[in-house]
């Protein structure tokens, strides 16, 4: 890419960032109530977020190869019940990952 490309590139990124930023204050005032189906959208959205990403995440393990799945089962209890014990999202995120890379690089 020549000057002329990387700035152009650079203009749209910086444009894209800022029209994602600022766009929820134009279409959605602080004066305003929130409507109805955002508020919905807050309340859904995480959970299917994660559904999406445990399924993505599994989608490869095979229960008839390799490790059988094993420290993917065991992760997954240990972020359950870090969740219950703690409840803060991040924590029990952090903790599973931790638990699933000490697996597989120490046990399996």
């Known amino acids: 890419m020549n000057v002329t490309e990387q700035m152009i590139t650079i203009l749209m990124v910086v444009l ?3 029209v994602t930023r600022f766009l929820p204050f134009l279409v959605f005032p602080s004066g305003k109530p929130t409507p109805k189906y955002i508020q919905y959208l807050g309340k859904v959205l995480p ?3 994660f559904g999406l990403l445990v399924v993505y995440c599994l989608k490869g393990v095979t229960i008839f190869a390799g490790s059988h799945g094993i420290p993917e089962l065991i992760s997954i209890l240990f972020v359950v019940l870090l969740h219950l014990w703690k409840r803060q999202m ?7 990952t931790i638990c699933y890379m000490l697996l597989v690089q120490l046990v399996f």
């Open 16 to 18: 894209g960032t800022m």
């Open 47 to 49: 959970a299917a977020v």
């Open 90 to 96: 991040l924590f029990s995120i952090a903790g599973g």
